[in-house]
């Protein structure tokens, strides 16, 4: 009887202490955010994921009325940034932009990743999509893309497309092409898009796949012609040039996308504020507009959404790495 009394009293201790505990994480869930919030950007400053980034940092900042503070932490192809993310604690003061390179190429290429890119991240929600473009030089004699893969069959091998670098999102999207238009294109890659797209301006290489914000400038100026853009309807600034999915190569046509995302095991009240948070930025016309300047477009669509775009991205990078036989490691 005492030992049954013993028991009972180190029970209800526990319930005691347990009590104040899980009522202090609820409060601290229902206080979030209660200081500033760190954003990670897992490349340098200046890019796409960059303006994107700190775009939404801003916004976010008077959504949730707490700073959220940009980290640019470039290195490996977003893989340093991204691992930084992935092992900090779930509790919504670390976040991320996740891209198609970290979070879709890196993990059909890498084979030693310090993260698993579905298992050690909680999605909260895609932020925008992005257009991807292939533009020539305007030396090579073809007006549109069916001229440019009709000149690419009679020659095989004659025209190179530079990249940003091995397994980056150009040389994937470039290897996908040669794919879906049975053509054979050398591949030169290069240090970053900007060494890429000024071999391109000089005619040192004919072809690059690219983001569309920083090749539109030089399309509408008139030093790239621009054959086609990866994106669900033709670009309001190149209403002349179609779709991959017009030019009957479907596969070509995703776009590019930057999302948010938290590591594994965020809480769901926290994960609700900061998804109901990009749902009420993502509808601010100011967002809105700079997206378009962009050629991009805001998404926000559910945790559930981005996890699935994120798997069917990884599933399609595996694909072609294996076709082409592109790995890093």
């Known amino acids: 009887m005492q ?23 609820a409060h601290a869930q229902d206080a979030y955010p209660a200081k500033p919030i760190r954003l990670v950007v897992p490349f ?71 993260f698993d890119a579905e298992k050690d991240f909680t999605p909260i929600s895609n932020l925008a999509a992005v257009p991807n473009i292939m533009v020539i030089n305007p030396k090579v004699p073809a007006k549109n893309i069916a001229d440019f893969i009709a000149l690419a069959k009679k020659e095989p091998g004659k025209f190179a497309y530079a990249s940003a670098g091995n397994g980056s999102v150009s040389h994937m999207m470039g290897e996908l092409f040669k794919m879906a238009s049975g053509t054979d294109l050398m591949h030169v890659p ?38 086609a853009v990866a994106s669900p309807k033709r670009v309001a600034a190149l209403p002349d040039v179609p779709t991959f999915a017009e030019a009957g190569l479907q596969a070509v046509n995703d776009s590019s996308w930057f999302g948010l995302i938290g590591p594994a095991k965020l809480p769901q009240p926290v994960l609700e504020k900061l998804h109901a948070a990009v749902v009420k930025v993502s509808a601010d016309p100011a967002v809105v507009q700079r997206l378009e300047s962009l050629g991009a477009a805001p998404v926000a669509n559910t945790p559930e959404e981005y996890a699935k775009q994120i798997s069917t991205e990884i599933a399609k990078n595996k694909r072609i790495a294996k076709e082409a036989n592109v790995k890093i490691d």
């Not at 030992?3 to 994480?25: E, K």
């Not at 470039?74 to 779930?90: H, K, T």
């Open 44 to 114: 340098p400053p200046g890019g796409t994921t960059d303006i994107v980034g700190r775009l939404f940092a801003d916004k976010l900042s008077q959504a949730l009325g707490q700073t959220v503070v940009v980290e640019n932490k470039a290195g490996a192809g977003g893989s340093i940034g991204s691992a930084q993310v992935a092992g900090s604690e779930p509790d919504g003061y670390t976040l991320g932009i996740a891209t198609v390179s970290t979070h879709g190429i890196n993990p059909a290429i890498y084979h030693n990743l310090p």
């Open 190 to 227: 290069y240090r970053g898009v900007g060494p890429a797209l000024n071999d391109t301006l000089a005619g040192q290489v004919d072809v690059l796949y690219d983001n569309l914000p920083s090749s539109l400038p030089h399309v509408q100026a008139g030093k790239l012609v621009a054959l």
């Open 3 to 25: 030992r049954r009394h013993a028991i009972l009293g180190l029970t209800l201790t526990a319930a005691a202490l347990a009590a104040p505990l899980t009522a202090g994480i």
